[in-house]
């Protein structure tokens, strides 16, 4: 199976899918319509049911699985989903819920593992003690979150792995800068989004919090580092406040929502490898739907720019895999 | 006694000054020169010592009582003292140190009762333990402390001063509009600045810590109310996040250092009546400096703007009183 | 009755309503629809009247009173009435035109009473006899006109209400910062949106008019106070340049229309104050709407800001009054 | 002779001058120096007289003719005197002070003459009568005043100058593009600056009036428009009303200025003439003083721009004439 | 005829017409419709044809001549025509599609000729010489090659009009201003928008190429300007640097395109000209369809700006000539 | 040798150093001084020479090996060396020029050795010609030029070891997202400062050249790549207009000289490594001349930040090597 995330214009769609969001409008004609975002684990598409029955208005809600066929059109530069058929999967239809959800490529045992190895490798004793007592706290939630609402590594467990790949990059940074302190780093890199667990209402139908909407995940995260660092006994310790800034400062300037800009290089690091790898999910999603030689759909998250696919890259391999990295579940 | 910050161009000064900082320099003839900063209780003005002395570097330092005599001149636009002569006064001199120094027109007991009754008006339970725990355990610095190192209210109890001004623009506010809510009012005025008793280094020859450089005081409030409110068990409660929201959004915008905007009507009056009590104590200093008819000295808080003091404006009554505000201790 | 502006998303409405605007249009299917926006003293809200008869186009126009029912619903995130029936108000129905025209809570005498009161307290000869000779040459449009054509106090008497809240705001600020010059304050006050009465074209259905669009509110009152002056003789006088200056600069900012920020602190004050109470206006009627412990629509004239209901604010007494203020009409 | 202005760094230089300006300052070691502005019809330059004595300050003043002799150099960019002697002229040196004056090329006379006649091309009788009536009360002033205080065309009749460039411009603007009503763009271009007559103090030592700084030459002319056109009672007359609007949106954009942008055709070719003519005023004086495959020092007015003058530029021609228009006065 | 492009809202029209571009959609109601720019030599005007049927898909494409009858409406503020009646012209209407394509109003030879002028009176004879080359590498595109695919002068010819326009207001400037280099100056127009010829992809349904996306026509014309002068054996020329500095500079900044800002006189006048004569093309058309009295449409290239028609403006001109400038072809 | 760059405040300095720049001033005691750049292979402080003899001006010119001995004081924020004595090193002195050059830690050889490697491993023939080609013509300078003026990688052979940084980080990049094309990203990095060599004057006293100034090295290098590449008869390759478009948009936004943005996964590479890269170096030099536990000088380059080096960071390894990388010279 391809992966609705990367259906071509013009391509025809015969697949089974998962509703995600279901919202109900009234047309021009005053008739109801449905619009009906589809997903399965490559990802989602917004499709329309024009003139829906009450029958249908009951049968697709969100969590339902069903097989729809249809085409892929563009519309205002967005692929959409042009339903010719669609009905409910039954018994007789040997499709498995948990296979069309959204997922990271490790599973959270792989995770969770790799994390714990770069734990491992922190030795300043006050990071050390201090990442491992919030990591335990979130446990659950922090290897099941997705990373973002929806501009990216909106999947299961899609903040555990955006931590992973940044831990990675940190790992060979390191090693071309070697007066870099890696107790600090990898430290900042598992913390700096932990905030967005209390940001974000949960692993589906993701929505703000009040504490989001009021404070946003890094005032959280300020005040969640001060609270445990506190009943730990460690409130006053330097690296405290260090790792409370390098998670102030991520977004590197006032308007992206860091108050001070990175004030060592370990939280210029931190903010480097934040914005490329959310940059690198981003675009090699937007490139596979895109032919080559062809321009993507323009894409918000990156000003709205319209990406070029070289018309010498391959695309045979895009469907083996939905995502754009190596680190892979070999388990 | 005019006071030395309200001296005007071409006039002649002889006072007894307090020093407040010096720095020494090299001119370019190769020759030691000192930069005194000089105040009295109106407030403080920058002078040069030519050719000093290893005699006057030792004399001159920060805390000493001196007799100055010279001129107020302007220097690009600012007011600057030429000293022509200079001693430290000795125990002749009818002078007590205590009396230099710029104090708010209150005294502490007074800032003190005052606060007290605001307190006593916050209905809400929650609001009101926290606020008053808060107050109670930073009472000492929160009394003594400016309100800015050297913007507005930088003056000893200028923190606390500038709560009670806020506080009863607060009351006039709320009679006005009565759908404000006086218990959030009140109790955000009371913190919002309390940040500062850790950002900056003391009440005089004040600095920003390191706390101060790498989290800034609004981000220092979120995690310290935080900390409060969850040793008191309160750290789920609606009114500890609004709060949090409060101080956080004070500053109104990113580049000013709130992430996020008030987001209901008390955060936005906090703002409000906060940037309209700075700048009445920022105008009210620079036009006291200025004779009628004519420009103040351009001033950088207020985006390098020169003030009019309309030709109108009566002159008479500045010496009297160095404070903008009515609220004088009576006591 | 609740007010048609304060009903929340969900509830059924059966009311008296005033079309306010009719606008047709073909829906996609190209059929007919009209767009009613509807109001009675509390507000207004828009509808859609799908499908309409050459007879509905007939009898649904700008000024009819008519008896709707049905539901709001939420749109974009904006309320919207979805109507059930509607019909035309005749003899037989207990409802006057004028009771659902939306009006300060002050009747005209009250405001100008009050504002008589202010101009009274005024003593300097020149402020004052200018200031009373534009607000005789305006009398009638000043105390009918609203003071925005759509973002506050946009209704009967809102220019002068606004004024008259912001004149006992004034004389708070000028007790507690007792240096402000009262004369300049009120005038100033009094004069600052008089422009405003050349800029929209009338009390209902207000848009701009050509001196409006080519030179706006503030030079038109440039120009006007400068020719009354003129007539009066007092052309040279430097009261009448800061009262220019006042009108000038009351927006602030260039961005704002203000080519020169204010220059003295009675220009400063009047800008906080049109602030403020323009916001207060706003954030009201947005929270009116919205049920304690949700979010209110975005509102555009608050840089599209979402205000949050803290949940234990009380409902109850939004019903009894349309407006904010404590100021109301005893007579 | 070459003219001071048009000196290179590395000349050798012995003229007489008109002292321009002289500021009094004390170098770090204590001792006076002069700050002596020194012009010639060409222009001014900036020289530092250092040690200087009481005799040098009471010789030095603002108005006196000197020899100086000495060398220009160049210090942070710009060009300076570098006096080697100086001495003040008397009977025996066959100078005057009124061939030192920096001046249009064309005499009062000249200008007047032909911004007559562009006036009797006006037809339209409003447009007409007016800019003659407020041409006539400010008669002599707008014939000697500069265009600015020291951006551009700061010199004697300056502003009629500009005003006669931009005219010459129009009417070749106007062959170009015939639907452009000539008559309003005459008389915007007349009118565009008419108020700095009163936003500056005079024709030398020129500074800012407290008009000037309170309202600006915008907000004045739209005052004087409106009295002016008043007093003839045409005060209801569109073309009034477009006349206003051109002066208002000259500058373009909030920013610089205007609070709103030129909304028809004259108004914006207003505007770019306006801009052209300045700059080329500027980039003219600025190349003058420059070699041949050269850059020139920077250019505060030009957004700090340093302009390249191509190698292949003959050099010879620019002695003979101080000005960069082919306008000339032929009398 | 008064050209499709000059109708104002309100008014009938019956008038054969030419189909420039078709877009399919689909209604609310699930019935497609067609979206249909239909142009005559005048301009264009967007139409809706609803409920299109299976036939009209295939008659109505681009390049067919129609006959329609309908109404001009006004949609948002930008007129659009409701069409009644359509049908395909046949052999029996007196139409040619020819008479139906917008141009400039030059014929390409005139064009030509009036270029070959200008190039002749280029003397310098590197500048001569490339400017020769480049013109005649790209002449046929060079004539026929609109200026922009939808802001200004996008018409047949449109770009060698415009070069047209600016070349005779140079002309203009160079007489005013005579140290103006007109070698520099003029080539500097003639190549200034040449990159257009790559950077679009043709005459009709111009849309961007794959160098037009990733470098844009000035880096485009750098690349050009630098192989043609390498064949040429100029590389090293300064004069080659000069003119691709100029066409690097002539959007004046780097938000508009130009990484540098124009750094000699001839630079900044091709910068000056270019914008005057796009934006005079732009008013002209808005104007033209504009009622005396009354605001244009909002015009998205003069940001969004509504210009206003002096209500003392003739109208009965407009239909005689589609063009606002004096260059006509007389042959 | 600790190396002059990385003494702190206070310390006491008795080295052989190199003059890199000299400059002469006028005290405004009206006596010469010297600003002299001073540097080793660890870099450059600026140091004065107040009340210097005509000898001195003849001795200490640029390249002249001097001995001096002082101590390291701040200034402004910045460190300054306060010279005591300063002699010329003679023959007796074992001290070698090219030992105080400050040069990248590889040799020539080495970086030609490791870039050579990487453009074997790209494997797409166009790009792997082309970038062989350039690299070839400008072999010499590649490998000595600075990678800029002043601001990072200012050293012998710092372009080159840039680029060689970049390609390793580029590698571990590939690793991590493996859809990225190997052969752009290293000949982008290869070529994107190439244009520097044009642009800068050369080795030492690095200053802009004509092309550098009014085209700038990205404009320089975009026609390069086009002239080489038509020269191979590949200028309709996609692959040259790819590498085209990574030059022109490398500096990712128009502010900073980047008309285009990144529009392909390598160019958006390009730009995050070339920006860490520099980053690195810029933070690595400024916390190497910081105390542990203290806030570093101002860095320009950095947005004016300030930078932290944490209290337990160890200090003892600096000396040792004055390279931030691990890439060194083994050979």
Avoid at 193 to 218: A, F, Q, R
Wanted: proline share 4%.
């Amino acid at each position: 199976m391809k992966g609705i995330a990367f259906y071509k214009e013009g391509e025809h769609v015969r697949d089974y899918l998962l509703i995600k969001t279901v919202t109900r409008g009234t047309a021009s004609n005053g008739k109801p319509f449905l619009t009906i975002v589809l997903q399965d684990k490559s990802g989602d598409i917004e499709s329309k049911l024009w003139g829906c029955t009450p029958e249908d208005e009951s049968n697709y809600v969100s969590g339902a699985v069903v097989l729809a066929e249809g085409d892929i059109m563009s519309y205002r530069g967005r692929n959409q989903f042009k339903i010719r058929t669609i009905r409910l999967a039954d018994e007789h239809d040997s499709v498995k819920k948990s296979e069309l959800v959204m997922a990271a490529p490790l599973s959270i045992e792989a995770l969770d593992e790799k994390i714990t190895q770069y734990l491992f490798e922190i030795k300043n004793p006050v990071i050390q003690r201090l990442t491992r007592a919030l990591l335990k706290k979130h446990h659950r939630e922090f290897y099941e979150y997705p990373a973002a609402a929806s501009i990216h590594h909106n999947f299961l467990s899609g903040l555990a792995y955006h931590v992973c790949c940044m831990l990675d990059m940190a790992k060979a940074v390191a090693k071309l800068y070697p007066e870099v302190n890696c107790d600090l780093l990898y430290a900042g890199i598992i913390l700096h989004d932990m905030g967005k667990l209390k940001e974000l209402s949960g692993v589906t139908s993701t929505s703000y919090t009040l504490p989001g909407n009021l404070l946003g995940h890094i005032s959280i995260m300020i005040d969640e580092i001060g609270k445990v660092a506190g009943e730990m006994g460690m409130a006053e310790k330097e690296e405290v406040l260090l790792l409370q800034h390098m998670v102030l400062s991520h977004h590197e300037n006032p308007e992206w929502g860091s108050p001070k800009p990175p004030l060592f290089k370990e939280a210029e690091i931190l903010h480097i490898l934040d914005d490329m790898d959310a940059k690198m999910n981003i675009m090699t999603r937007a490139i596979r739907k895109t032919r080559p030689g062809e321009f993507s759909e323009r894409v918000f998250a990156l000003n709205n720019r319209s990406l070029y696919r070289p018309s010498f890259d391959r695309d045979d391999g895009d469907e083996s895999s939905a995502f754009p990295s190596s680190i892979e579940d070999k388990q």
